[in-house]
């Protein structure tokens, strides 16, 4: 384990010198992201400036749900750029062959070895949402709900992680550029709002199938509401854990299927 | 000495999708794929002891990388097994790997947008390599490869055959005592290509590294390789060391005579004898030709010193090209195994 965090120190520094060495690309990707956060909060503004109460939830809780969603989310994006790329990038083009012939999991490499530290501007979008939401809350978070949230963004990221991790997977057998990422991730917008606002079929969906639902909204809710939601908490760290369990030995049969591109 | 992979009945197969052509077949391959198995290993064994440099020559798509996949641990064999530094490859590759260096010629191994010296350091932290026997290496490996030059260098803006020698020193970061090279000198130069030999020389006289290489260029084989193993089409044709291939297929001798007059060129070309054949080259000079077993190349060069005045004499070998071309074209070893 503390071999790799090290490591993963290393490959961080790694992409910090190549992402400074083209210095205006990078001034660039700041301006972008600032701006990014700017508009974002407009838009905000505009979603929820009328908004009184919607399912039971007031103007304050449905605006911190949205601010928090977009924590967990901005670090996924952070490690997520190889999933997309996995299927050109390492296998049509063989790079993987290299990632299969070094003494680290081959999961760890894909998803380090590339970083979108742009992806953060929406986690600062996302703490702005939730300062400006806070005065407007029915009652103060308690140091628990902190905690709680603290635990959320880390279950939520890797839930998405290891969601994306099963869908990269099916490049190992099936060689034609699949396109079922974009829509599945379309799909973490809807936990930005209540999941009491769906209709059934995707309530549990969200929470059962693809558990996006654990990735935003139940610890959020569980930190506004706690009494209520308690029992998705607990739940919070299965959830995760089944989904890792099951993205790493998707990932590992799809390794058996590699084929390797011949020379 | 206890083997260093030991290879026994290894079968790789592939099944390859077959496309239908134009539109009607475009709508059929939706729906339904054929498949074809194609074996691109076929039951092959053989054993390496440690120490040794063996040579792995074959046509192109005779199923060398494919067997150098197995071997290290990229591909799950279909059937049959191996064992290597004592690992089961495929099963065991993330502890395997630590003690195996592997070099593919056509692709870098190296993290193309940060310079030489950042890859070789971070090998050094994904190896776990001290910093003691870390300098140490990275001293060698200046010695004979002069890497120091480029060091500072992005990996892609590198010349091939500095990307080579870079390519082939990281291989060998954490020191394995196993190494796997497919096709380390193709597309270099002379120079770069013999500071290559050089070093795999080194290494394996220093330290005892096994090295398994696959090539097209035979003079890498000449000059390292002890032992060669030819695969076609999947099957191992044949392996032994490379004078014993030489001796089964070498089937004829040429010797080149020059003269210093004309006279003395005809009178050997009117000369007869037996098995021999003689052809008049130019005005100064014969080639007389021979098979190998039923006449010594030194019975007829006696005999001809013997009757004329020759100026010069050269033996003419059949290269190994054409040694190995003859395996690549047809059957000729079909019964050597």
């Known amino acids: 384990m503390r071999r790799h965090v090290s490591l993963f120190w ?6 910090a010198k190549i992402r400074l060495e083209h210095r205006w690309d990078f001034f660039i990707s700041v301006l972008t992201m600032t701006l990014a956060t700017v508009f974002g909060l407009a838009v905000v503004y505009l979603i929820f400036g009328r908004t009184q109460a919607v399912a039971g939830w007031s103007f304050g809780e449905l605006l911190f749900l949205y601010g928090f969603s977009l924590l967990p989310m901005s670090v996924f994006n952070v490690v997520s ?16 062959d290299r990632v299969l012939l070094r003494p680290v999991h081959s999961l760890f490499q894909i998803l380090f070895e590339q970083l979108r530290l742009e992806a953060l501007g929406d986690a600062v979008l996302g703490l702005a949402i939730l300062s400006v939401a806070m005065p407007f809350l029915p009652r103060p978070l308690s140091g628990a709900a902190w905690l709680v949230l603290a635990l959320g963004v880390v279950c939520g990221a890797m839930i998405y992680t290891a969601v994306f991790v099963v869908l990269t997977s099916v490049s190992f057998w099936v060689e034609d550029r699949v396109g079922i990422m974009p829509p599945v991730y379309n799909f973490i917008q ?31 809710a569980a930190a506004l509401r706690f009494e209520q939601y308690v029992r998705y908490l607990w739940l919070l760290p299965v959830v995760t854990a089944t989904s890792w369990f099951i993205a790493l030995s998707t990932w590992n049969r799809g390794i058996r299927a590699y084929g390797s591109t011949g020379n | 000495m206890a083997a260093r992979i030991e290879v026994a009945e290894l079968v790789k197969e592939f099944r390859i999708p077959q496309r239908r052509e134009g539109v009607r077949g475009a709508l059929q391959n939706l729906f339904y794929r054929k498949y074809q198995t194609v074996r691109a290993v076929d039951s ?8 040794d440099m063996v040579g792995y020559i074959g046509p192109n798509g005779a199923g060398k990388s494919t067997t150098i996949k197995m071997l290290t641990g990229i591909l799950m064999p279909t059937s049959g097994r191996v064992i290597s530094n004592g690992f089961r490859p495929f099963e065991e590759r993330s502890r395997y790997t ?6 593919f010629g056509q692709r870098t191994q190296l993290w193309w947008d940060i310079a030489v010296i950042e890859s070789f350091r971070l090998l050094k932290k994904i190896y776990d390599v001290s910093d003691a ?19 500072n260098t992005p990996v892609r803006k590198l010349s091939l055959g500095e990307r080579m020698r870079c390519d082939v020193a990281a291989s060998l970061i954490h020191n394995p005592p196993l190494l796997f090279l497919d096709e380390p000198t193709i597309g270099l130069d002379i120079v770069a290509k013999d500071h290559i030999r050089a070093f795999l020389k080194q290494v394996n006289q220093q330290y005892g590294t096994t090295i398994l290489l696959t090539t097209h ?15 076609d089409r999947g099957k191992l044709l044949f392996d032994g060391p490379l004078e014993e291939l030489k001796r089964r297929l070498w089937r004829e001798t040429s010797v080149k005579f020059d003269f210093r007059d004309r006279e003395q060129a005809q009178k050997l070309a009117a000369m007869s004898i037996p098995h021999v054949s003689v052809e008049r080259c130019s005005e100064l000079t014969c080639r007389l030709t021979f098979p190998r077993e039923a006449v010594s190349t030194a019975e007829v060069i006696r005999r001809v010193v013997n009757s004329v005045e020759v100026l010069d004499i050269s033996i003419e070998e059949q290269s190994i090209e054409e040694v190995v071309k003859q395996i690549y074209t047809g059957q000729v070893l079909q019964e050597a195994r």
């Open chain 2, 133 to 151: 026997d870390y300098e140490a290496r990275m001293k060698q490996f200046d010695e004979v490869l002069e890497l120091k030059r480029y060091l």
């Open chain 1, 10 to 15: 290393h490959y961080f520094l790694q992409y």
């Open chain 2, 98 to 103: 630590k003690t195996i260096g592997v070099v």
């Open chain 2, 217 to 231: 260029d035979l003079a890498d084989i000449e000059e390292l390789c002890r032992r060669l193993m030819v695969i």
């Open chain 1, 81 to 96: 750029v190889n999933l997309y790329q996995f299927s050109d990038n390492y296998l049509i083009q063989g790079k993987f």
């Open chain 1, 190 to 220: 809807f936990g930005r709002y209540p999941l009491d606002i769906y209709n059934g079929f995707i309530r549990v969906l969200l929470s059962w199938i693809i558990p996006f639902g654990f990735a935003t909204f139940y610890p959020a």
């Open chain 2, 44 to 51: 092959i064994s053989f054993e390496i002891p440690a120490g």
